[in-house]
Each structure stands twice: as structure tokens, then as C-alpha cells.
């Protein structure tokens, strides 16, 4: 066995990462092997863990496997996200086969996409999930965030619909195997905005100090003077908003664009597949679509698009439970869904407030690390110097304009009451 390392020493532990590997290489069938370790993507595009793309070649054959490793082991990383870690791993040994094995027996392509999990072990200093390697399949991240592009209508639109299809698995197997689901929702519930892991993680400070971010950058006063109100009591109010309703499933929790792979296919429909399942929550579905169109479009994009693609995902939604025989409207009505949506508008607002520091941030700039590795403070966090605070100052002033016109920053206001 032999091994290349292309990263610095000190980003992994290579002894529990040789071991693991061993345990891949064993399910491939191989005994005499070797493996190359790079980066899987920039250090800063992922806060929770290191991800590395691990090749392993069979010696002396053409035979090999390319995986995706993530692991908190020799990082600050690891007393912080344990918790969020060992939700994924749960989600990737508890929930996802459960949802695949309800996709047998449709075909292949109406299918939702899910990751499959090789290894996975949450013990302490042996925290690591080993994945398999989508880029072998033809899935690829989008770069349009990391260049400061918009997202396109296309892409909007099979992300809401494949966002759609990932919750109709819920209500599919709510129906089909109720007491499992039962027993998967009491595990599932949030922990993201709760008191014990954002003590623990240091998140409390990072969720007020980039409100506080976002306050800077506001220009319009009176706008500022209400959300000072909601500022108080920024992470009561997130809370409530993520709480289940009357209508819930397993939603993915942080539903955007770098949580998100696409594959483009000539002939046939593009695919997408959604990463990251550490936020996974039992709550009502908009919060995730809300989610992902507050921190990945903007508000001119919202205005032209915004009731067309609650019918994509509401259509999308009807067309895959059907294939189930389920019908949509003893689910989840119309009406129903329109109702949570309005009532949701005002969370897509507090979470672009805390979360669009990162979704504008150049890899160059500090983020959320800066939790890790060293203080941010307002004053820097209010420099535009670069190209991602400007954007993050236009984007913030963009939303905030936009939630005064529709009258969803009243409705935040209302909510802290």
C-alpha cells in the first residue's frame, strides 16, 4: 500500500484516514492498493468540515474508486460540530436509504438523486463520513456563486422541482410506513437555533454578530429602526419559524446553492443533487423553499418568478406523489401550502440577514472560519473594499427594500410579538 498526499499534514489525520480507506478498498474487493488525497473543494467553502476526494487505485490493475471524505478529526471543527455531524451521519444511515428504497419501483429517471454513504462512524476522534464520488456520475457544483452571477431561471426551476420531489418522500413514507417515520421525526427535530448546541458551537455569536453585519449596511433608517426590534430577538424568532406546523416533512435545512450539485444531460432532463445534510429538521416545507429564493435570487427575480415557481413546485409535488398514488390534496392542499408560504415570507427575510455575509463572501474573505480561527468584528465587516462586501452591502439593501414594498418586514415585526 502506499499513499500521496497533496495537502498540507496537519488538515487530516492520515492514520484514521488510511484505516478507513482500508475499509473501502476491502468492500471494493481490493487487497493491494493505493491512494491520492487532494482537496475536494476551496478550505473555505465548507464551515463544518474538511472535505478531501480520496482516488484509490488497485495495484497493478486499472481498476479504481474516487470517494468523498469528510471529517471533523484534527480540526477545531470537532468539539464545535459534533453534534451536526452526527445528525448527518444519522440522516445518511437512517433516512436516505429508507427514501431510496421507496424509489425502486419507479423508473430511474423520475427518481430524486441521493448520495450514497460508503462508511460513516461518529466516535469521538473518528468523526468521518466517507461518500461516493458524484463527479464520477457527471454531477458538478455551479460556479455562478462563486463568480458573482446570478442563478437562471432553468436552474431555479429544477431545484425547486427536485426540492419538491425530496419532500414528497416524507409524506410518501409517512403513509406507507408511519410508525418508522414517527420514530425518524422525534430524532429529527431542530438543533440549529437551539440554546445547547449554539452554546456549544459558538453559532449565538455568529447568527448576532452577521444581523449586526447586515444592520450596517442598511440604508433605509426606518427600515433599520423596525429590524432593531426583530435584532433582540433574532434567534426566538428563527426558532419559531422552523417549529413544526400542521403540515411538515423532512426538510433539508439549508437548502442552497453550494449544497447542490447538477448534472447537465444531452436528451434528457437535467438532474441536481442535493449535499450536506447536517440542518436536516422535521418542518414545514416552505421554509426550505423559502430558504433557498431568499439566499439565492434576488428580489427582481422574485418579482417575475415567484408565483410561477410555487406552481412548478406544487405541480412537482402533485406529479411524484401521484406516481405513489397519493394524491396531493389529502397531504397537502393547495391552499394549505399558499397559506404557509405567505406566512413564511418573513423568514426568508431573517435569514438573509444572517446568512448573506456568507452566500456574497469571495473565498479570500473570512466568514464564518473567522469563528474558528479569530474575531470578526462589525467595524471590518462594514469595509467594502472588496467585491463580495459590495455585493453583500447591495444584496442586503436589495431584500430589505423588497420586504418593505410587500410588507414581509411588518410581518417579521408582528412576529417578535
Excluded at 463568480?147 to 410518501?172: G, P
Excluded at 422552523?242 to 447537465?264: A, Q, R
Aim: contains cysteine; proline residues 2%.
Amino acid at each position: 500500500m502506499s499513499l500521496e498526499v497533496n495537502i498540507e499534514p496537519e488538515e487530516f489525520n492520515s492514520s484514521e484516514l488510511h484505516n478507513c480507506i482500508q475499509e473501502i478498498a476491502k468492500m471494493k474487493g481490493m487487497e493491494d492498493f493505493e491512494y491520492q488525497v487532494d482537496f475536494a473543494c476551496n478550505k473555505t467553502e465548507n464551515f463544518v468540515a474538511n472535505i478531501f476526494r480520496v482516488l484509490i487505485n488497485d495495484s497493478g490493475k486499472s481498476k479504481n474508486v474516487s470517494v468523498i471524505v469528510k471529517t471533523l478529526v484534527n480540526t477545531t471543527r470537532q468539539d464545535l460540530f459534533q453534534e451536526l455531524h452526527k445528525r448527518e451521519v444519522f440522516v445518511y444511515k437512517e433516512v436516505l436509504p429508507k427514501f431510496k428504497l421507496l424509489q425502486e419501483n419507479i423508473d430511474i429517471d423520475e427518481r430524486v438523486s441521493l448520495p450514497e454513504c460508503m462508511f460513516s462512524s461518529t466516535e469521538k476522534d473518528r468523526e468521518i463520513l466517507i461518500l461516493e464520488d458524484l463527479l464520477v456520475s457527471g454531477f458538478a457544483m455551479d460556479n455562478k456563486a462563486a463568480n458573482f452571477k446570478k442563478l437562471d431561471y432553468l436552474q431555479v426551476r429544477l431545484v425547486l422541482t427536485e426540492l419538491a420531489k425530496f419532500h414528497a418522500l416524507s409524506f410518501i413514507l409517512q403513509r406507507k410506513d408511519p410508525e418508522n417515520f414517527d420514530k425518524l421525526t422525534s430524532e429529527l427535530q431542530d438543533i440549529v437555533f437551539q440554546d445547547t448546541f449554539l452554546n456549544k458551537s459558538k453559532l449565538r455569536n455568529y447568527f448576532s454578530d452577521s444581523f449586526a453585519m447586515s444592520m450596517k449596511q442598511i440604508k433605509d433608517e426606518d427600515a433599520k429602526k423596525k429590524l432593531a426590534k426583530v435584532e433582540t430577538k433574532l434567534l426566538q424568532v428563527l426558532r419559531m419559524f422552523v417549529e413544526p406546523k400542521k403540515y411538515n416533512v423532512l426538510c433539508h435545512g439549508d437548502c442552497w446553492i453550494n449544497n447542490i450539485l447538477f448534472k447537465h444531460q444531452v436528451m434528457k432532463q437535467s438532474k441536481i443533487c442535493f449535499l450536506d445534510f447536517q440542518a436536516m429538521r422535521y418542518a414545514n416545507p416552505t421554509t426550505d423553499i423559502i430558504y433557498f429564493l431568499y439566499l439565492c435570487t434576488d428580489a427582481e427575480f422574485r418579482s417575475e418568478y415567484f408565483e410561477t415557481l410555487q406552481t412548478v413546485y406544487y405541480e412537482s409535488l402533485k406529479s411524484f406523489l401521484r406516481l405513489f398514488d397519493i394524491d396531493v390534496r389529502t397531504v397537502y392542499p393547495l391552499e394549505n401550502f399558499k397559506n404557509d408560504i405567505e406566512e413564511t415570507l418573513p423568514f426568508g427575510l431573517a435569514m438573509a440577514l444572517v446568512e448573506m455575509r456568507i452566500v456574497t463572501t469571495t473565498t479570500e474573505e473570512s466568514t464564518l472560519q473567522n469563528y474558528y480561527y479569530g474575531p470578526v468584528t462589525v467595524e471590518e465587516a462594514g469595509d467594502d473594499s472588496g467585491s463580495g462586501s459590495k455585493l453583500f452591502s447591495m444584496r442586503i439593501n436589495d431584500v430589505v427594500e423588497e420586504s418593505v414594498n410587500n410588507g414581509v418586514l411588518d410581518k417579521l415585526v408582528d412576529a417578535i410579538n
